[in-house]
């Protein structure tokens, strides 16, 4: 069974998702999904990669971080509403 991990927060950030909602991110097997708490719906934003990423970070503009198999770094930003991969690679000490 795939293992489900969850960053919450409890505020209304301007500008969270296209209709200003309060939202739950979480990843699901290799996919990184948002739940929207008002509608009660939840939406698969996009594939993460082969691996299951093991954290999520929410920065103070409510941008949730993560990597990707390869090290990139890649960010859910709620105010563009998709995925954006960094074209940087993270090394590895």
């Known amino acids: 069974m795939a293992e489900t991990k969850v960053v919450t927060s409890d505020r209304n950030p301007k500008g969270a998702g296209r209709s200003g909602h309060n939202f739950i991110p979480y990843l699901k ?28 970070f929410m920065d103070s503009r ?21 995925l954006e991969t960094s074209p940087y690679i993270l090394v590895m000490l």
């Open 62 to 82: 409510h941008r949730i971080w993560t990597s990707s198999d390869y090290g990139r770094l890649i960010r859910y930003d709620p105010e563009r509403d998709r």
């Open 29 to 56: 097997a290799l996919q990184f999904y948002i739940y929207d708490i008002r509608s009660r719906q939840r939406r698969d934003i996009g594939r993460i990669g082969s691996v299951n990423a093991q954290v999520l």
